[in-house]
């Protein structure tokens, strides 16, 4: 079972407000990434990153900044929230090639 | 362009009975396959994986058979139960290391 934790698990914000997902986890994995998700679709990936320091787009285009100051931490910014960003965020680490999901955050932006 | 995409967006399966889920994949040089089980409200959970020199690998209720000839990958679920039912996500990872999610079949397991 992997050790990653995502807060919040929901989140209903106005639209214009910047908002922060935290991801975390214990298992020293060096690489992370940030995946959106729409209920019952792929995921589509935004962010990763391969180590402290490192961070890179994905595949999809995201309005959103991720940071990776410490090996466990990487968490997922909003700078003024829209309708459109409204969607699952999920949040995974891996130690090479396979990718431990976190629990997801939920995000309405009203 | 690299895709990975599953040939039925939904299965339902009587309960007690072997459920098939079918996959394809478009790169060749692809390395490494996994199989998710993501049920509503949580996180993609990681089920099985293969590599690409191998045919079959086999857990616990589960086999992930792989044809390279015809970049076909599928997930067998033996005596399916109830709570199998879920989103079921193939993922391959190419050569450059980056790793392409299908869009996902469903698993209706009927009482």
């Known amino acids: 079972e992997a050790d990653i934790y995502q807060t919040p698990r929901y989140l209903v914000i106005g639209t214009g407000k910047k908002i922060t997902l935290e991801c975390s986890q214990t298992?020293?994995?060096?690489?992370m990434y940030w995946y959106q998700q729409d209920p019952g679709m792929e995921l589509h990936l935004i962010h990763y990153s391969y180590g402290v320091n490192s961070t890179e787009k994905g595949d999809l285009s995201s309005e959103s900044t991720v940071s990776r100051i410490r090996t466990e931490h990487f968490p997922l910014t909003l700078e003024s929230a829209r309708p459109s960003h409204t969607s699952q965020y999920l949040c995974?680490?891996?130690?090479?090639?396979?990718?431990?999901f976190g629990p997801g955050t939920r995000l309405t932006v009203l | 362009g690299e895709s990975v995409g599953l040939h039925l967006p939904t299965l339902s399966v009587q309960e007690g009975d072997n459920s098939i889920i079918n996959c394809a994949y478009s790169?060749?040089?692809?390395?490494?396959f996994i199989w998710y089980k993501q049920e509503s409200g949580k996180g993609p959970q990681f089920i099985i994986d293969i590599r690409s020199n191998m045919d079959k690998r086999q857990g616990q209720r589960v086999t992930v058979l792989l044809n390279k000839t015809v970049k076909h990958l599928s997930l067998q679920i033996a005596a399916t139960q109830p709570g199998d039912s879920a989103v079921y996500f193939c993922?391959?990872?190419?050569?450059?290391?980056?790793?392409?999610f299908g869009p996902g079949t469903s698993l209706s397991v009927i009482p």
């Open positions: 995974a680490s891996s130690p090479g090639d396979t990718q431990y």
């Open positions: 790169n060749s040089a692809s390395d490494y």
């Open positions: 298992m020293g994995h060096d690489k």
């Open positions: 993922a391959e990872k190419t050569s450059y290391d980056k790793v392409i």
